[in-house]
Nanobody, 118 residues
Framework: QVHLVESGGGLVQAGGSLRLSCAAS????????MGWYRQAPGKQRELVAT???????AYAESVKGRFTISRDNAKNTVYLQMSSLKPEDTAVYYC????????????WGQGTQVTVSS
């Protein structure tokens, strides 16, 4: 069993910054892709950013230039540095990890609320 625990959400004014963290623990041999997704009220969950174990990143167009994803492979932790936040960034942010232990499985965190006030 693998657990993903997110932290770092909160309330921030537009233009501000927040840093999210997500630590994976449990039965882990390696982690391939880690990512962040978000879901705003009444909307579908959407991809924000992903990062491979080798450090290759990908971003949604809406966050390019404002958000930076990074990871610490030794700590099985992924981060999302969010800057120049906008009210439309308000959502529950979920981390995601493709974990290898005998086989690959995808795990999700419980989510952390990010609220950006105008």
């Amino acid at each position: 069993q693998v657990h993903l625990v997110e932290s770092g959400g909160g309330l921030v004014q537009a233009g501000g910054s927040l840093r999210l963290s997500c630590a994976a623990s449990g039965s882990i041999f390696s982690i391939n892709v880690m990512g962040w997704y978000r879901q705003a009220p009444g909307k579908q969950r959407e991809l924000v950013a992903t990062i491979t174990s080798g450090g290759t990143t990908a971003y949604a167009e809406s966050v390019k230039g404002r958000f930076t994803i990074s990871r610490d492979n030794a700590k099985n932790t992924v981060y999302l540095q969010m800057s120049s936040l906008k009210p439309e960034d308000t959502a529950v942010y979920y981390c995601n990890a493709d974990v290898y232990y005998i086989t690959y499985n995808t795990y999700w965190g419980q989510g952390t609320q990010v609220t950006v006030s105008s």
